[in-house]
T-cell receptor, first 109, second 115 residues
């Protein structure tokens, strides 16, 4: 079966760096997604990794290790508007994305 | 370019009733997926359509069904509603064939409450 594990909640200070980890188990693998979801809003796409390594996109970076079934999302120079839920989703052999329950990030001044 | 639209935004039904939700994808997107989001289970995949064909189906009972029209608009139907069906139902569209390897654009969702 598919299993996605990520922390339920994290807190960080404005201007700091935070790393949100995600471990996954899937039957087959076709990529790892990160989405951001603000309270009461729809999820928005942040990144998609299918090869090992780090991909940087502005203040956000995403890392993937397929051999370890592990990914992380790195947020730099945190801003108050980064307070949101971050969803990790792994795509298995059937191309069905399985989402984790999300990590609620709270950024405080 | 307009985003993904879903109607209605809010719906209240009673147990045993049936409901139909509608989704219009971004213009040019032919893949539409549906998800159920609840606080306890998170975001769960319901099904995916491309060119009017169901490509994938999640682990939900047969009471949940869907279809896609020639203009890529999609509907999902839930029959014999149960209290546990209360959730936010999200529709997402993507440019590629499959949700599993393409960026998805989500609509605002339909909040269904079953009493």
């Amino acid at each position: 079966g598919q299993n996605i594990d990520q922390p339920t909640e994290m807190t960080a200070t404005e201007g700091a760096i935070v790393q949100i980890n995600c471990t996954y188990q899937t039957s087959g693998f076709n990529g790892l997604f990160w989405y951001q979801q603000h309270a009461g809003e729809a999820p928005t796409f942040l990144s998609y990794n299918v090869l090992d390594g780090l991909e940087e996109k502005g203040r956000f970076s995403s890392f993937l290790s397929r051999s370890k079934g592990y990914s992380y999302l790195l947020l730099k120079e945190l801003q108050m508007k980064d307070s949101a839920s971050y969803l990790c989703a792994a795509s298995g052999g059937s191309y069905i994305p399985t989402f984790g329950r999300g990590t609620s990030l709270i950024v405080h001044p | 370019k307009a985003g993904v639209t879903q109607t209605p935004r809010y719906l209240i039904k009673t147990r045993g009733q049936q409901v139909t939700l509608s989704c219009s994808p971004i213009s040019g997107h032919r893949s539409v997926s549906w998800y159920q989001q609840t606080p306890g289970q998170g975001l769960q995949f319901l099904f995916e359509y491309f060119s009017e064909t169901q490509r994938n189906k999640g682990n939900f009972p047969g009471r949940f069904s869907g279809r896609q029209f020639s203009n890529s608009r999609s509907e999902m139907n839930v029959s014999t509603l149960e209290l546990g069906d209360s959730a936010l139902y999200l529709c997402a569209s993507s440019l590629g064939l499959r949700a599993g390897n393409n960026e998805q654009f989500f609509g605002p969702g339909t909040r269904l409450t079953v009493l």
